[in-house]
């Protein structure tokens, strides 16, 4: 009777994908009832409680079998991010990339020293430093929207945020030649594996977001197919990348870097994903749960508190003292730095990445990055909505028309971008 199902039945990346959103919703709804918890938070926790070290409804095999799914959700967000991007502000003040450089450096360096100290072998202590360079745009765009925040410091954060994946991004890959010498790889990977997918990446998201641009402004009439051109072409995009052994993450944040600075009149840049974009977001954070592990998180435990502590310092006061030297207010740099304290998307990504490419370095790098994201996605949306209130930038607080660097709001966007 081979018209009727084996049992017992097999989840499928299709059902799996169904089961995320099922398990993050849960999650959402106890993060809802109690008020300390954040969303992202009760979606990782659902997802651990949920995966292979839980009840095992999510298997490790279900969770690798449905990674093009979470490799879409990324794609989708990392697009959204290089929207961010705009290459006229930066023109106009150079300072924020100054300051980006100096803070991420701040960063790298402070984490690799605690990793060392720890006694985590350096290839290990390279890799982490790298992905803690990341922050999350996603809690900086959700709290400004929550409490109303408007004005000179979240629109120079916005930008910072966005600077800081993409170094993030050029340091893991700068980073790949020793690591791949560290496991005994030949010197033609040494040196073309990390060349070949950082300038292909680029070269794709380049080529995919002119394509987009062409089509986009040639079809401009019917705004309904604008979604279906973007998660489209993203999805190419992320197909391609696969296809030809490039970055999934570089290629998408590429063409939203290119669409935002290529086009003159607003045609898709800013495009709203709307309310269905949120399930991109509970699909990931719900796999990044379900790959954590309890032993090598209690055993890891120290190391990811006194992580999570050093980076903390290192945004805050690398963009505290940089803000100081460019003669802005204190509160602005201070405001800045915790909105960079945040880490989620890029970071977990690159936790993916590099565990396909040293899968000997995989559950040490996932237990460490993930228990971090974990605790930065509980303590950042308080700390983020405190930062607006310090930059005096929460809705009621400007309501004088006046920012933190005592500025007027109604200010054209070129005194806007000059001001750090």
């Not at 070269?203 to 401009?220: D, N, P, S």
């Amino acid at each position: 009777m081979n018209y009727l199902p084996t049992f017992p039945i097999d989840i499928t990346p299709l059902m799996a994908f169904g089961l995320m959103l099922i398990i993050g919703a849960v999650g959402g709804y106890v993060a809802h009832r109690l008020s300390w918890l954040p969303s992202i938070t009760g979606f990782l926790l659902v997802g651990f409680v949920c995966g292979p070290s839980g009840i095992g409804l999510l298997s490790q095999e279900t969770i690798v079998e449905s990674r093009i799914f979470i490799d879409i959700a990324l794609a989708l967000i990392l697009y959204r991010l290089g929207l961010s991007l705009d290459i006229r502000i930066l023109q106009r003040s150079p300072r924020l990339i100054v300051t980006s450089l100096v803070e991420s450096f701040a960063t790298f360096g402070l984490v690799f020293y605690i990793l060392h100290l720890f006694g985590m072998p350096a290839p290990v202590a390279v890799l982490v430093a790298a992905i803690t360079i990341s922050s999350s745009p996603a809690v900086l765009l959700h709290v400004a929207h929550e409490v109303g925040a408007k004005g000179v410091v979240t629109e120079s954060t916005k930008t910072l945020v966005a600077l800081n994946n993409l170094i993030s991004f050029v340091a893991f890959s700068a980073t790949l030649p020793a690591l791949h010498y560290s496991t005994g790889s030949d010197w033609i990977t040494i040196i073309l594996q990390p060349v070949y997918q950082l300038t292909g990446s680029l070269l794709l998201g380049c080529a995919l977001a002119f394509g987009l641009h062409m089509i986009a402004v040639r079809t401009q009439q019917a705004s309904q197919y604008k979604l279906a051109l973007v998660i489209g072409t993203v999805i190419v995009a992320v197909g391609l990348a696969q296809q030809l052994k490039l970055s999934m993450l570089f290629a998408p944040l590429v063409i939203g870097v290119v669409i935002k600075n290529l086009e003159r009149e607003t045609v898709v840049s800013n495009l709203e994903f709307g309310a269905p974009f949120e399930l991109f977001f509970i699909v990931l954070f719900v796999f990044a749960g379900a790959g954590l592990h309890l032993h090598e998180l209690i055993e890891f435990a120290p190391v990811v508190l006194v992580l999570v502590l050093a980076r903390s310092l290192a945004k805050m006061l690398g963009a505290t003292t940089m803000f100081s030297l460019f003669k802005e207010p204190i509160r602005a740099g201070i405001s800045s730095g915790m909105l960079l304290i945040p880490m989620a998307g890029l970071a977990i990504g690159l936790v993916q990445t590099s565990g396909n490419l040293f899968p000997q370095y995989a559950a040490t790098v996932t237990a460490i990055i993930l228990g971090a994201v974990a605790i930065f996605e509980t303590i950042g949306p308080p700390i983020a909505a405190y930062a607006f209130r310090v930059a005096g930038e929460s809705a009621g607080m400007n309501s004088a028309g006046m920012n933190s660097a005592g500025m007027n709001e109604d200010s054209d966007n070129t005194v806007k971008a000059d001001v750090l």
